[in-house]
């Protein structure tokens, strides 16, 4: 663990920040990703969490005909949670799930409507089971709303705040109203569809 802690640090000089965030999860999450002598350039999961870095990095300014709804993988989440200058709104779903098939519609609308102000993301349950059980999702659909970082007692940085859990589908409608409420100081909803 000490020479993978090395090696992002010495690598934060040589390549960007986020890339060597996700050099430091690979080693947390695919620790065989990182044996074979230091030589990480030829692997192909690095590769891959290049390429996710890169995209999730870039602002929706540079991505304004990106789909207001992205799919991430557990790893994907990571990441993003690094960045809290914009909300973030996660749909727990799975592909087998009526409410979550209705909801869809629903959550891109959502997501059309706040493109920019809010960030809204969908992680299958099915092919990301660890991600879904460290977020404790119980049930399905499961809304998630994230927003910016509190500052900690010791001083830290801080830490991304969960400002509200909800399981089970809503309308576009309620999904903006909850956004409002929480990210923007907007009026508490005073009843949910």
Known sequence: ?????LFCIHTATMISATTSIILFLSYLTNAHAFVGGGNVMKTPAFALQMKTATALSMSSTETEDAPAVQSVTGAELEVMLQDWETPLVLDAYATWCGPCLLMAPEFEMAAKELKGKVRFVKLDTDKEPQM???LNVMGLPTLLFISGKK?????DEGVGVLRDRIEGALRKESIVAICDYHFFDGPMPTQLS
Do not use: K, T, Y
């Open 1 to 5: 663990l000490n020479l993978s802690i």
């Open 132 to 134: 879904a059980g460290a």
């Open 151 to 155: 500052e900690s007692e010791e001083g």
